[in-house]
């Protein structure tokens, strides 16, 4: 397991002005052509559900789920939207940047819990799968036989 020192991933812009500043990206402009140069990052899912253990290695512009169906590896989604938290999973080593994630509280996330689906790497990860309906049942199952039905979205709570 290991992030990349080096720039592996190649993208092609052909409008130059279209670059900002990303972290771990770099940048260079030649023939009026710019490349961006983006690092990858090793991550580790152990699916607990069928017990096979996947290591795929993922740019830190581009989504985990994503990525690694690209690289032949099946992991748990239903919307590919950060809302329904199929894709969730503990990470065990390593962070993440979910801005999207917006099926995850923000008391889940620093709890570890992460939606590939909408998850960039920030580093090398281990994580595993979630049980079935665990962070469903974390952030909602307070809300369900308690007996009076509050207003508002549970979310905001948070
Ligand atoms: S697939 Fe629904 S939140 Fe990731």
């Known amino acids: 397991m290991a992030t990349s020192p080096f720039l592996t991933s190649f993208v092609r812009h052909r409008d130059p002005r279209l670059l900002w500043p990303v972290a771990g990206v770099a940048s260079v402009v030649a023939h009026g052509v710019a490349l961006v140069m ?16 996947y ?9 985990i789920l994503q990525s690694a169906e690209s690289q032949g ?14 894709c969730a999973v ?19 996330r620093r709890q570890g819990y992460a939606l590939l689906c909408v998850s960039y790497p920030r580093s090398a990860i281990q994580a595993e799968t979630q049980d079935e309906d665990e962070v469903y049942e974390l ?7 308690k007996g009076k039905v509050r207003m508002g979205l549970p979310l905001e709570d948070d």
């Open 139 to 145: 952030q909602f199952g307070r809300y369900f036989g």
């Open 55 to 63: 290591t795929v290695e993922v740019p830190e512009d581009r989504y």
């Open 73 to 86: 590896v099946e992991l748990p989604f239903a919307c590919r939207n950060g809302a329904c938290t199929t």
């Open 90 to 108: 503990r990470l065990l080593e390593g962070e993440v940047d979910q801005p999207e994630a917006m099926g995850l509280s923000p008391d889940l």
């Open 38 to 53: 983006v690092r990858t990052h090793t991550v580790t899912v152990h699916h607990r559900q069928t017990g096979r253990i």
